[in-house]
């Protein structure tokens, strides 16, 4: 079974509005985290947020946790065009927090 | 600070010969390193985990004598393709952890190498 599954798998709005994305995940999990890719880059962290955790904010963004339906939320508020990039989750497959497995990602497309 | 680096950012080669990727910790110390491929469009896929002086261990389905890695400092894991195809031109990137700062369970990406195999 594959962790960590976003949707949308793409999405594009207009600078301003707020972007929703959604990951959902198969097993039990120590924290779950959020990566953005630029195209054609490497992955820059955005944020943990372990299970004993329900929301957590930095900046623009915020996450959820819901650990019974085994989902988590990505919410970027008041998008701008350099917002624009793929968004993807993880969840470890051990209590070491290696092995990651990444989610398929979302596309955001922050039109100007 | 947690900078990963990999070398070369892209290379093209041709087919049968070997490619050797490079991923340092510019100013941390890494005793796990990861690397991953990922397909245009497509999510990264983790190869194998590098741990600083022992043998890697590999995921189900990926070729240790293909992807040759080596961990032999605590910053710089290298990944070499041998006998490169067509159908490993891909996107390959490393991770590391800093397990001193920062949460030991994030991981640090460098930005990737492009392969490309003619």
């Known amino acids: 079974s594959q962790q960590g599954e976003e949707d949308p798998q793409a999405l594009s709005i207009q600078e301003g509005e707020n972007a929703t994305m959604n990951c959902s995940y198969k097993?039990?999990?120590?924290?779950l985290q959020w990566y953005r890719q630029n195209s054609g880059r490497g992955l820059v962290h955005l944020i943990l947020?372990?299970?004993?955790?329900r929301e957590k904010h930095s900046g623009r963004l915020r996450v959820t946790l819901d650990t019974s339906k085994k989902s988590s939320s990505l919410l970027i508020t008041a998008s701008r065009a350099a917002d624009t990039a793929s968004y993807f989750c993880?969840?470890?497959?051990?209590?070491?927090?290696?092995?990651?497995?990444f989610g398929p990602g979302t596309r955001l497309s922050v039109l100007p | 600070g947690a900078v990963v680096s990999q070398h070369p950012s892209w290379v093209i080669c041709k087919s049968g010969t070997s490619v050797k990727i490079e991923c340092r910790s510019l100013?941390?110390?890494?005793?796990?390193m990861f690397w991953y491929r990922q397909f245009p469009k497509q999510s990264l896929m983790l190869m194998a985990t590098s741990n600083e002086g022992s043998k890697a261990t590999y995921e189900q389905g990926v070729e240790k004598d293909k992807f040759l890695i080596n961990h032999a400092s605590l910053t710089l894991s290298t990944l070499t393709v041998t006998s490169a195809h067509p159908e490993d031109s891909s996107f390959y990137i490393c991770?590391?952890?800093?397990?001193?700062?920062?949460?030991?369970?994030?991981?640090?990406f460098g930005p990737g190498t492009r392969l490309l195999v003619l």
């Open positions: 097993t039990s999990i120590n924290n």
């Open positions: 100013d941390f110390q890494a005793t796990t």
């Open positions: 947020i372990r299970s004993n955790e």
């Open positions: 993880a969840t470890a497959r051990d209590n070491y927090g290696q092995n990651f497995v």
């Open positions: 991770s590391a952890r800093d397990i001193l700062r920062g949460a030991p369970e994030t991981q640090y």
